[in-house]
T-cell receptor
Framework: DQQVKQNSPSLSVQEGRISILNCDYT??????FLWYKKYPAEGPTFLIS?????DKNEDGRFTVFLNKSAKHLSLHIVPSQPGDSAVYFC????????????FGTGTKLQVIP | DTGVSQNPRHKITKRGQNVTFRCDPI?????LYWYRQTLGQGPEFLTY????????KSRLLSDRFSAERPKGSFSTLEIQRTEQGDSAMYLC??????????????FGNGTRLTVT
């Protein structure tokens, strides 16, 4: 039972354009959502998070949007840079904490120079 | 901040053998987590510790798996009688809690296990 779903396994975007990565979840108890970025041969690195009491959180070029009614979140990267090429994991947790973070299957982003 | 350190980076073992992995978290972090990642999947939660107490174990963690964090610092994950299905990347992460808040998980680079 995949509680966090990333239906696009890969995405290619031209440098300078916007990258939009999508994520859906099924568990209504999730109240904290995170995005992690992973380069080959490295562990995931935290990127940005959002609490369920918000619908948007922004950090530099990265913005996460949360639509609770649709159980959907998205990560926008503007402008996209070649160094953003990586696998992006959507993740979620309940109880406002990080005790047991549930990850999606990831989306591989390629930013083309 | 030296980051989360995991050893070894790679381990190849024969089916039926026991293996042990080590994780050294970020020194001031009181929580330590073990995750497993297989090809094409995201990391899956296995277990976590707050200081030396193991607070939760996933149903993925069969009786052949045991994790310890004896002094609330480093942790070990042991797999007994390995099976080919145990082949995966084993990721360790740590975080700091203060009051009711938690920091995001900081992951190590993982130990890749191959069972032949």
């Amino acid at each position: 039972d995949q509680q966090v779903k990333q239906n696009s396994p890969s995405l290619s975007v031209q440098e300078g354009r916007i990258s939009i990565l999508n994520c859906d979840y099924t568990n209504s108890m999730f109240d904290y959502f995170l995005w992690y970025k992973k380069y080959p041969a490295e562990g995931p690195t935290f990127l940005i998070s959002i609490s369920s009491i918000k619908d948007k959180n922004e950090d530099g070029r990265f913005t996460v949007f949360l639509n609770k009614s649709a159980k959907h979140l998205s990560l926008h990267i503007v402008p996209s840079q070649p160094g953003d090429s990586a696998v992006y994991f959507c993740a979620a947790s309940d109880s406002g904490g990080y005790q047991k973070v549930t990850f999606g299957t990831g989306t591989k982003l390629q930013v083309i120079p | 901040d030296t980051g989360v350190s995991q050893n070894p980076r790679h381990k190849i073992t024969k089916r039926g053998q026991n293996v042990t992995f080590r994780c050294d978290p970020i020194s001031e972090h009181n929580r330590l987590y073990w995750y497993r990642q297989t090809l094409g999947q995201g990391p899956e939660f296995l277990t976590y510790f707050q200081n030396e107490a193991q607070l939760e174990k996933s149903r993925l963690l069969s009786d052949r798996f045991s994790a310890e964090r004896p002094k609330g610092s480093f942790s070990t994950l042991e797999i007994q009688r390995t099976e080919q299905g145990d082949s995966a990347m084993y990721l360790c992460a740590s975080s700091q809690t203060w009051g009711g808040d938690n920091s995001p998980l900081h992951f190590g680079n993982g130990t890749r296990l191959t069972v032949t």
